[in-house]
């Protein structure tokens, strides 16, 4: 059981340590500061209906219960030591993990995890300002819950930082804090965390779309010879799980209030269904061709040597190593599509791209079962996924001009056609008017159904926010 007695919860003996212990409690100030500057903008919000993790192990990891949020207590926790845990993959295959950071692997492993690091105040930061327009007390409870768990998982990369970088960790822990979402100088590292999300229909694709490269980033890391950034990004995992959850039932909800719309007006106008206050289904698919777009960009170049860097010293590995049979990967290649045709990398160069590729297929869970709503109702539209050769800005595809369906188009009507691909500033203005807070307990916006089940067996009625 953590004890949260502690002036920073922990499962890392921080007591132990006292030069650690003070240089993050010297960190934890800088933090609150951030919070309150950059976090949710919540001067009303009293109490919420919070999970708070009180262990690490599978089995009732969690409490549930109302939080005063002046009191959160931000933690570090680790998986659980495996004991005699080996090296699962590359050139190290099978020797002992390491407990620190070899002299030879500092500088990649410091760049890993900052840029871990760096996406999780992003996110905080990009989110800040929906809780003005939140549909309804469960979903702002559902934001709040998201948001103090990115707030976690900055606190575990800057105790890796801390705990094992010395002084230029430390200072890297500082620019966590010192670079934002979005500033012209000192932007956030990755382009889809400089991205504004002022809506809740992007806030949804976010958390569906995104945070699923978090979950894939950190499966490759949670394979990691680092053991103390495997057992980190084990523990992050478990927590991730809910986040894409939120994204997958937000826009389903979603899909749900316009197709009871459909049904009664026996219309699929979208502006007959937006004068009714609900999403029409061809916006929804713009907002999702954006999101998993810029997304798609999150896993690096196709052929890439830092990826290849990082497997062949076991630094990151593929995510579910163990469902491969080859774990060292060396002299066998990969057939990459590129602009001029197939072409043979080293297998090692290309592990973004097979990366990416798990990832993309793991994204179709949620847009078949979104269809399955749609046949159910009788309507005849389909969402898919855009090719990713779209609105690439990073690897072999990058500043190309392809369509979603990853046709090459001439680059006039790349550029007239995007504003029928992506949202435009005629479909945001819309979104934005439809984000009218709703705080009432059991009360949902026009353009959203309420969800099947509550938070750990509550009501969907349940006041899972109290205001002062
Ligand atoms: N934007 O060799 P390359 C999450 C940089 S999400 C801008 O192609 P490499 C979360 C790259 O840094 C998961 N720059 O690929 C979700 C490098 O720069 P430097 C976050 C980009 O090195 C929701 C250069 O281009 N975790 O947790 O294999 C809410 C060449 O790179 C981008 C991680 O990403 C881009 N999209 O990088 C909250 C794990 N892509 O160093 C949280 C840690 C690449 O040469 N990161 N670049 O100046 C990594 O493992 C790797 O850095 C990357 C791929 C996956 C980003």
């Given at each position: 059981m953590i004890d949260?007695?502690?002036?920073?919860?922990?499962?890392?003996?921080?007591?132990?340590?006292?030069?650690?212990?003070?240089?993050?409690?010297?960190?934890?100030?800088?933090?609150?500061?951030?919070?309150?500057?950059?976090?949710?903008?919540?001067?009303?919000?009293?109490?919420?209906?919070?999970?708070?993790?009180?262990?690490?192990?599978?089995?009732?990891?969690?409490?549930?219960?109302?939080?005063?949020?002046?009191?959160y207590r931000w933690g570090i926790f680790l998986a659980d030591k495996v004991e005699d845990r080996k090296i699962g993959f590359g050139d190290n295959?099978?020797?002992?993990?390491?407990?620190?950071?070899?002299?030879?692997?500092?500088?990649?492993?410091?760049?890993?995890?900052?840029?871990?690091?760096?996406?999780?105040?992003?996110?905080?930061?990009?989110?800040?300002?929906?809780?003005a327009t939140c549909p309804s007390l469960y979903d702002l409870r559902?934001?709040?819950?998201?948001?103090?768990?990115?707030?976690?998982?900055?606190?575990?990369?800057?105790?890796?930082?801390?705990?094992?970088?010395?002084?230029?960790?430390?200072?890297?822990?500082?620019?966590l804090l010192f670079r934002h979402s979005g500033d012209y100088d000192n932007p956030r590292i990755l382009e889809t965390f400089n991205e504004p999300i002022s809506d809740w229909l992007s806030f949804f694709m976010f958390t569906y779309f995104t945070d699923r490269d978090g979950k894939f980033q950190l499966k490759s890391l949670a394979e990691s010879g680092f053991d103390p950034l495997s057992r980190t990004c084990?523990?992050?995992?478990?927590?991730?799980?809910?986040?894409?959850?939120?994204?997958?039932?937000?826009?389903?909800?979603?899909?749900?209030?316009?197709?009871?719309?459909?049904?009664?007006?026996?219309?699929?106008?979208?502006?007959?269904?937006?004068?009714?206050?609900?999403?029409?289904?061809?916006?929804?698919?713009?907002?999702?061709?954006?999101?998993y777009s810029s997304s798609l960009d999150l896993f690096g170049s196709e052929s890439s040597s830092n990826a290849a860097f990082s497997f062949a010293n076991g630094i990151k590995g593929r995510p579910d190593e163990y469902s491969f049979e080859d774990h060292v990967c060396n002299n066998t290649t990969y057939s990459l599509d590129t602009p001029d045709g197939p072409k043979e990398i080293e297998y090692r160069n290309a592990i973004n791209e097979i990366t990416r590729n798990a990832y993309s297929k793991d994204c179709l869970i949620g847009i078949k079962r979104w269809n399955n709503l749609i046949r159910k109702s009788g309507f005849n539209f389909e969402f898919t996924l855009p090719s990713t050769k779209f609105r690439r800005s990073i690897g072999v595809w990058q500043d190309l001009n392809f369509n979603p369906s990853g046709e090459k188009v001439d680059s006039t009507v790349y550029a007239k056609m995007m504003s029928s691909w992506i949202p435009n500033e005629n479909d945001k203005k819309f979104i934005n008017s439809l984000m009218v807070r709703v705080d009432t307990p059991g009360k949902y916006a026009s353009w959203i159904s309420s969800p099947d089940r509550g938070i750990n067996n509550q009501t969907t009625d349940f006041d899972y926010i109290r205001f002062n």
């Amino acid at each position: 059981m953590i004890d949260y007695q502690q002036k920073i919860p922990n499962n890392v003996n921080l007591n132990t340590d006292k030069s650690l212990q003070r240089a993050l409690e010297h960190w934890q100030p800088k933090f609150l500061d951030w919070w309150g500057d950059l976090g949710p903008v919540a001067s009303q919000v009293k109490d919420v209906y919070l999970r708070t993790a009180v262990g690490v192990d599978a089995k009732g990891w969690a409490d549930y219960g109302y939080v005063n949020m002046p009191d959160y207590r931000w933690g570090i926790f680790l998986a659980d030591k495996v004991e005699d845990r080996k090296i699962g993959f590359g050139d190290n295959i099978g020797k002992p993990v390491w407990n620190e950071v070899p002299g030879e692997l500092r500088s990649q492993l410091r760049r890993i995890i900052v840029t871990q690091g760096d996406t999780e105040p992003a996110s905080v930061e990009q989110q800040r300002l929906l809780s003005a327009t939140c549909p309804s007390l469960y979903d702002l409870r559902n934001l709040f819950q998201v948001n103090v768990e990115e707030g976690r998982h900055l606190w575990a990369m800057v105790y890796l930082l801390h705990a094992y970088f010395g002084r230029d960790g430390r200072e890297e822990a500082e620019e966590l804090l010192f670079r934002h979402s979005g500033d012209y100088d000192n932007p956030r590292i990755l382009e889809t965390f400089n991205e504004p999300i002022s809506d809740w229909l992007s806030f949804f694709m976010f958390t569906y779309f995104t945070d699923r490269d978090g979950k894939f980033q950190l499966k490759s890391l949670a394979e990691s010879g680092f053991d103390p950034l495997s057992r980190t990004c084990k523990f992050m995992l478990t927590e991730e799980a809910h986040h894409m959850f939120v994204g997958e039932t937000g826009i389903a909800r979603i899909i749900k209030k316009t197709l009871e719309t459909m049904q009664s007006l026996k219309t699929d106008d979208p502006d007959l269904l937006n004068k009714n206050g609900v999403i029409d289904l061809p916006l929804i698919q713009k907002y999702l061709n954006f999101w998993y777009s810029s997304s798609l960009d999150l896993f690096g170049s196709e052929s890439s040597s830092n990826a290849a860097f990082s497997f062949a010293n076991g630094i990151k590995g593929r995510p579910d190593e163990y469902s491969f049979e080859d774990h060292v990967c060396n002299n066998t290649t990969y057939s990459l599509d590129t602009p001029d045709g197939p072409k043979e990398i080293e297998y090692r160069n290309a592990i973004n791209e097979i990366t990416r590729n798990a990832y993309s297929k793991d994204c179709l869970i949620g847009i078949k079962r979104w269809n399955n709503l749609i046949r159910k109702s009788g309507f005849n539209f389909e969402f898919t996924l855009p090719s990713t050769k779209f609105r690439r800005s990073i690897g072999v595809w990058q500043d190309l001009n392809f369509n979603p369906s990853g046709e090459k188009v001439d680059s006039t009507v790349y550029a007239k056609m995007m504003s029928s691909w992506i949202p435009n500033e005629n479909d945001k203005k819309f979104i934005n008017s439809l984000m009218v807070r709703v705080d009432t307990p059991g009360k949902y916006a026009s353009w959203i159904s309420s969800p099947d089940r509550g938070i750990n067996n509550q009501t969907t009625d349940f006041d899972y926010i109290r205001f002062n």
